[in-house]
C-alpha cells in the first residue's frame, strides 16, 4: 500500500526552538507539498518541490524553509518556532490523479 | 488569483442525502477533487473529475461539474454516521499545484 509517512503525529517544541518535520513517499513521486491546516483556513500551501533540490515558495512561506536532499523526503524546518505557527501540518505527494497525504503532524509551540 | 469556495457547516439526517457545494475561480482547471479528512487524520482523496464531464458517479457519491459556472458539488446518498467528516473541494492549477478550499464540516443528526 503506497504511502506518505510523517515521522511525528504529535510534537511539543519550545519557543525559538529549531524544528524539524520530516516526510517520506515510497511512490516515487517527483512533486512534495507541505501545508498547514487551520480552523477556517483549509488548508495552506508553505513549500512546495518538483525535483530533488528543488523548492518553490507557496503561500505563506515565512518562517518556514524545506529540504529535499532525496526524492522521497521532503523535511520542514522552522527555524526559530514561535506560538503562531502551532498548528497541523500536512505533507503531501502528487501525481496527476490527485494527492497522497500523510496523516499530519500536530505541532504545538509553547 | 485562484480561489476555491465552499461553506464551512452542513448539517443533515442520517439517511437523507447530503450536497456539498464549492466553487472556483480558474476556468483553466483540467481536474477537480474531492478530498475526506476523518478526525485526526490526514486527507484522503474521494474522487476526482476532469474538466471534460459533466458528471461522475461512484456508489453512493455523485460529482456534478457546471463548468460555466465554475461550480461543483458532492452528493452522497443514505448519508451514514461514518460519512461525518471534513470534505475538501478542490481545483488542479497551473504549476502542478492543488487549489484548497476551506473544508465543509459535515455533521449528521440521528
Known amino acids: 500500500d503506497v504511502k506518505v509517512t510523517q515521522s511525528s503525529r504529535y510534537l511539543v517544541k519550545r519557543t525559538g526552538e529549531k524544528v524539524f518535520l520530516e516526510c517520506v513517499q515510497d511512490?516515487?513521486?517527483?512533486?512534495m507539498f507541505w501545508y498547514r491546516q487551520d480552523p477556517g483556513l483549509g488548508l495552506r500551501l508553505i513549500y512546495f518541490?518538483?525535483?530533488?533540490?528543488?523548492?518553490e515558495k507557496g503561500d505563506i512561506p515565512e518562517g518556514y524553509s524545506v529540504s529535499r536532499e532525496k526524492k522521497e523526503r521532503f523535511s520542514l524546518i522552522l527555524e526559530s518556532a514561535s506560538t503562531n505557527q502551532t498548528s497541523m501540518y500536512l505533507c503531501?505527494?502528487?501525481?496527476?490523479?490527485?494527492?497522497?497525504f500523510g496523516s499530519g503532524t500536530r505541532l504545538t509551540v509553547v | 488569483g485562484e480561489d476555491v469556495e465552499q461553506s464551512l457547516f452542513l448539517s443533515v439526517r442520517e439517511g437523507d442525502s447530503s450536497v456539498i457545494n464549492c466553487t472556483y475561480t480558474?476556468?483553466?482547471?483540467?481536474?477537480l477533487y474531492w478530498y475526506k479528512q476523518e478526525p485526526g487524520a490526514g486527507l484522503q482523496l474521494l474522487t476526482y473529475?476532469?474538466?471534460?464531464?459533466d458528471m461522475k458517479q461512484d456508489q453512493r457519491l455523485t460529482v456534478l461539474l457546471n463548468k460555466k459556472d465554475k461550480h461543483l458539488s458532492l452528493r452522497i446518498a443514505d448519508t451514514q454516521t461514518g460519512d461525518s467528516a471534513i470534505y475538501f473541494c478542490?481545483?488542479?492549477?497551473?504549476?502542478?499545484?492543488?487549489?484548497f478550499g476551506s473544508g465543509t464540516r459535515l455533521s449528521i443528526r440521528p
Open positions: 503531501a505527494s502528487s501525481s496527476i490523479d490527485g494527492y497522497t
Open positions: 511512490m516515487d513521486h517527483e512533486n
Open positions: 518541490s518538483y525535483d530533488v533540490k528543488m523548492k
Open positions: 480558474d476556468s483553466s482547471s483540467t481536474y
Open positions: 473529475i476532469f474538466s471534460n464531464m
Open positions: 478542490a481545483e488542479y492549477s497551473s504549476a502542478s499545484k492543488i487549489i
